[in-house]
């Protein structure tokens, strides 16, 4: 009969905890601002997780659309973070400025910027037109992932930016 119990409060304390917490995979979508040239439109970026720290990214643009992957940044790294890299600092970008007060912080070395990005969600997308976007985002809830929301800002390669989450 104990034991009976204690299977019982086990498998419920399981589905309990199990209710509670998200998946850590799937499709998770979230609403921002594009600011262009030709004003602020909304849009809606589409994260599909490939696992706990990497996945693809997709949006559209006007009649562009946009697809890549993001990474969560980790000194242990993933093969997709080497991706992200070698276009992070790419010469799309040579014109913009990452912070809106000037700053521009572009590590070369692999493993500075490993280190300047730790913990932060990266992610570069490519239209079939040519043009980029890179994505400097953060996890709401690191624990839970991508399926807890994200927010942070988006450049794109003509000079307009998007602004995700709040």
């Known amino acids: 009969m104990k034991r009976?119990?204690?299977v019982v409060a086990l498998l419920g304390t399981w589905v309990a905890w199990s209710a509670c917490k998200p998946p850590p995979h799937g499709d998770?979508?979230?609403?921002?601002k594009w600011r262009s040239t030709t004003g602020v439109r909304s849009v809606y970026l589409l994260m599909r997780t490939k696992g706990d720290d990497v996945?693809?990214?997709q949006t559209a643009l006007g009649e562009q659309r946009f697809l890549g992957y993001y990474a969560r940044i980790r000194p242990e790294g993933a093969p997709i973070i080497s991706n992200i890299y070698?276009?992070?600092d790419a010469l799309e970008y040579a014109d913009n400025d990452w912070d809106s007060d000037g700053e521009n912080f572009e590590p070369v070395e692999y493993d500075t910027f490993v280190r300047v990005y730790e913990g932060r969600?990266?992610?570069t997308l490519k239209s079939e037109q040519g043009t980029h976007i890179?994505?400097?985002?953060?996890?709401n809830q690191p624990d839970l992932g991508v399926v807890a929301g994200v927010r942070g800002r988006c450049q794109v390669s003509d000079g307009g930016s998007i602004d995700?989450?709040?």
């Open 55 to 57: 996945g693809t990214i």
């Open 28 to 32: 998770s979508g979230f609403p921002a």
């Open 134 to 139: 890179r994505c400097n985002l953060e996890f």
């Open 164 to 166: 995700v989450g709040g």
């Open 86 to 88: 070698e276009k992070w």
């Open 4 to 6: 009976a119990v204690l």
């Open 121 to 123: 969600v990266l992610a």
